[in-house]
């Protein structure tokens, strides 16, 4: 058996789980062959302590996508600084520029959200749990 052989028969796993505070507001398309297509930001933020003792923050900014229902879904009841829980999988994207310059992107492909507050237009101080899970229409 060859190394090559060995490698496929090794076992992956490509999850991500996320919670975090949306970045900007869903932008929602569709596709030529009519799915939904959402992207929006995430932030994820981490509290630690330094060498020095001294308490630090970091962030994590994440680009999710979402497709199907789930897309929609997140247009509707989605937008800038909301909390949600994200669990999907890393997608790497590559493309090419109309000048020719490479580029490229690790972006989370969301296959279930759960909405962590109230939709957008409720009332202060209410809340509501929500969880949408992906279709299996996603073109890739």
């Given at each position: 058996m060859s190394c090559l052989e060995k490698e496929r028969d090794m076992a992956n796993l490509n999850k991500v789980l996320?919670?975090?505070?949306?970045?900007?507001?869903?932008?929602?398309?569709?596709?030529t062959n009519g799915v939904a297509v959402?992207?929006?930001g995430l932030a994820t933020n981490?509290?630690?302590k330094g060498q020095d003792g001294e308490k630090k923050?970091?962030?994590c900014f994440?680009?999710?996508?979402?497709?199907g229902k789930t897309a929609e879904f997140c247009a509707n009841?989605?937008?800038k600084g909301k909390p949600i829980f994200i669990e999907g999988r890393?997608?790497?994207n590559s493309w090419e520029t109309p000048e020719g310059q490479k580029r490229s992107k690790l972006e989370?492909?969301?296959?279930?959200?759960?909405?962590?507050?109230?939709?957008?237009?409720e009332e202060p101080g209410e809340t509501e749990e929500t969880e949408v899970e992906a279709d299996n229409d996603i073109p890739f």
């Open positions: 996320l919670i975090g505070n949306l970045t900007r507001d869903p932008e929602l398309r569709y596709s959402a992207r929006f981490r509290v630690y923050e970091e962030a994440v680009d999710v996508v979402a497709f009841y989605f937008s890393l997608h790497f989370v492909i969301a296959e279930r959200i759960q909405f962590m507050g109230g939709p957008k237009t």
